[in-house]
């Protein structure tokens, strides 16, 4: 599998968020974005999730040489869109029903299993902790097992643990073959990226790791 973005611009009225965005990601490869907040991460990401139109360029997705897009991308944001006053459970639900993955499987063995779902499993979204929700976030993305995840600052303001649990899976994801594109300050999950870009006034530059440390203290 491949995405390739290309010329990505992104207006708003009159103002230019997003300036000819270009990039490549493989299999087994982790792309990090880097930026101020309000740099226009989130709007990038979005784009690349179906979320929301691009003003110009375009990004396509193959697999195995054939263009495809619907079940490939998981998007993660950092937000947790779910139904407050339903259980996990149910939540699940919404997401798996019409899956290719089994619900009872990946709660028994699989990828909730590993994020730890299954422990609260019965409990109102509404009581769960922002672990729980991140964790229940990732777990819905990987519904339909994409070869493609996408996510928006997944640790911001989690316990460390939970930080340790969501760059140990990450770190799983892309082993299998996934490709992660992901906008975060934790150093633990810039470690896992290949390559490194940072967005300023709305252009994407490719950087070195040895100028991350500076550049994170900067944020």
């Not at 000819?20 to 101020?36: H, M, Q, V, W, Y």
């Not at 309000?38 to 375009?58: D, F, P, R």
Request: hydrophobic fraction near 35%; charged fraction near 25%; include cysteine.
């Amino acid at each position: 599998m491949k995405i390739e973005v290309s010329h990505i611009s992104k207006k708003y009225k009159k103002k230019l968020i997003l300036k000819d965005i270009s990039f490549a990601a493989e299999n087994g490869t982790c792309i990090g974005i880097l930026g101020k907040n309000g740099c226009g991460k989130t709007t990038l990401l979005s784009i690349l999730a179906g979320i929301q139109k691009q003003s110009s360029g375009t990004f396509n997705i193959t697999n195995n040489g054939n263009d495809s897009y619907v079940f490939d991308i998981g998007y993660v944001p950092q937000g947790c869109p779910f139904m407050e006053d339903l259980s996990a459970l149910d939540n699940l639900k919404l997401w798996y029903n019409s899956s290719c993955s089994d619900l009872k499987a990946e709660l028994d063995h699989g990828i909730l299993k590993m994020l730890q779902v299954d422990k609260f499993i019965n409990k109102k979204v509404s009581s769960l902790s922002g672990g729980m929700k991140k964790r229940l976030s990732i777990g819905c993305a990987m519904a339909n097992k994409p070869g493609i995840l996408i996510l928006d600052e997944p640790s911001a303001s989690l316990d460390l643990e939970c930080k340790e649990d969501i760059a140990t899976y990450l770190n799983k994801y892309k082993e299998a073959g996934g490709i992660i594109i992901i906008a975060s300050h934790e150093e633990r999950e810039i470690n896992l990226c290949d390559t490194i870009y940072i967005l300023k006034d709305g252009i994407l530059e490719k950087h070195d790791y040895k100028s991350i440390p500076h550049l994170l203290k900067s944020m």
